[in-house]
């Protein structure tokens, strides 16, 4: 009998799929740094059983109508804004993500960003580098503190808590928002349960985690900047599309706010000329969350994991809802 065929979007290193080869038909676009197109997809999924995809491409139901046999989208990600879950249903397609495996990493990496933005290391670095460096003055690249401050959490999920856990260790006050309040995070990490706008005007840090969708679209637009301190500190983790980015780059301009460190954009790749990137006070990383090798393989088993399961006819392990 023929193995199940799966189609991987994007190059990953055969030590994490050949585990998998002998019951799994594996193939996949052999370059890491580009998409793959349009037409390929549609040739490989003439076919294929399984689909493995990466948080940029698209799933939608333009690419589904040419998948007959296909079981499983397995996105190799937590968030899965990319795929049309309506479109999932109607093909009679399982929809699987990545979560928990990434998100201690994930939050340590907002935690850099607020760290780097608060206490200026990414300009400091390049100072030295530029060989600029001349003499040392009381206030030569002072920032801001980060212990005792007030961090808001918006988004307080399974990344929002990991975050949570480490701004203890700085003796931070925690506050968060979530449609609904989680009494238990509040106990174990002492955090408060606030209102949005509460969050807003109160925080010195201003951290989202939140999922894009239609209710988060631009959550962070003009009135939210204007309601944030002018001392606030503006870091993005979750999505791009959860900021109203003209609205950002303004309220950085006119001080607004203070800073912004920023992981993900609207539309990704960003450029150099784009205008987030040419203000000072951001610092602007290109989407690498869950960005160790540790985590990243272990996003790829699960994504394996999950395709094994949905094309033996079990129930994805982690599927998304
Ligand atoms: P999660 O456990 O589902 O947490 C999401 C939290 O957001 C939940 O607590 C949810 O609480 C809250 N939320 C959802 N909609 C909301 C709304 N309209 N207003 C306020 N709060 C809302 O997800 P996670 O695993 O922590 O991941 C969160 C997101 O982070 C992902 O969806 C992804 O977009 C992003 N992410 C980015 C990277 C990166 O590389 N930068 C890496 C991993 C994840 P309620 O349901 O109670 O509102
Ligand atoms: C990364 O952005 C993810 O959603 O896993």
Redesign the pocket.
Known sequence: MSKPKVYITRMVDEKYLEAYRDQLDIRMWEKADEPVSRETLYKELADADALFTVLSDAVDEDLLSKAPRLKIVANM?????NIDLEACRKYNVAAANT??V??ET?AD?GFSLMMATARRIVEADAWVKQDKWQSWAPFFFAGTDIYGKTLGI???????EAIAKRATGFDMNIQY????R?KEAEEQLHAKYVS?EELLKTSDFVMT?????K??DK?FNQAAFEKMKSSAIFIN???GKVVDEDALANALKTGEIQAAGL??FEEEPIRADHPLVSLDNTVCIP?????SVETRAKMVQLCMDNILAVVSGKEAITPVS
Not at 77 to 81: E, I, L, P, S
Not at 177 to 180: F, L, P, T, V
Not at 209 to 213: A, D, F, K, L, S
């Open positions: 990600a937590v968030g899965y804004d979560p928990d990434l998100s994930t990496l918006v988004g307080m999920g399974r990344i929002g928002h979530n449609r609904s989680k949005f985690v939140v999922p894009h969708t209710e988060t959550l983790i979750s999505r992981d993900v989407h690498i969350g869950s960005a």
